[in-house]
């Protein structure tokens, strides 16, 4: 016998890449197989699974591939043989690894966005997180898949950050120039006041 390969996570569980929605595979009744209805000749080189698929069966579940329609656990039990036989499951990344990932992209994006105006750095964000949720898509479909709540709450703290260094910035910068008018003023009453003397210094009657 061959013990086939199953691609797990690391707390050793395996998740399903079902091979299509409800009703993908075949289903034959039984009564129909014992009285030749259906030819033999339909299970050739086929694994045959038995199970209910009867409107009252509570052997019913919802799966993620079809979200109107329930499967069966017959045609769920189908999908697990096909996809040991395929090799086919979904993994998620080590999780190390994705954080270091969305790190390098987040310090990146805070590089980039740093200083700039407001519409400016909403529009490269939301950007950025479409262009994520496009690269998330491609990952599942080759069996990966990434985490997607991780870079969200980096764009959020770095928008907050970005912000907030903003806020700072523009306080300090106005703050020294108040200071930079003040000394100046200041500067140009004492310069006033050195220059006058008694013979061009205003004086004002009674």
Partial sequence: SQVLPVQKNGDGTAMIRYS??????????????????????????CIVIIGSSADSATDTYKVPVDRQN???GVEITANIVQALLDNRFYVYPDLFLMAAFSGILSTFLLY???????????????????GYIGLCAVFRNSGTILYLVYMPIAIMVIFA???IWKYVYERHEAAGE??????????????????????????TRN
Avoid at 36 to 43: I, Y
Avoid at 112 to 130: A, D, E, Q
Avoid at 181 to 187: K, Q, R, T, Y
Avoid at 193 to 203: G, K, L, S
């Fill in 20 to 45: 299509g929605k409800v009703n993908s595979y075949p289903r034959y009744s039984m009564v129909d197989v014992l009285e030749g209805v259906v030819s033999p000749d339909e299970f050739s080189d």
């Fill in 70 to 72: 329930l499967m069966y």
């Fill in 112 to 130: 980039y966005t740093n200083g700039k105006k407001i519409r400016c750095m909403i529009f490269w964000l939301l950007s950025f997180l479409i």
């Fill in 161 to 163: 950050i970005n912000i």
């Fill in 178 to 203: 108040l200071k930079d008018m003040l000394f100046s003023m200041a500067e140009a009453m004492t310069e006033a006041v050195d220059a006058r003397t008694p013979y061009n210094a205003t004086h």
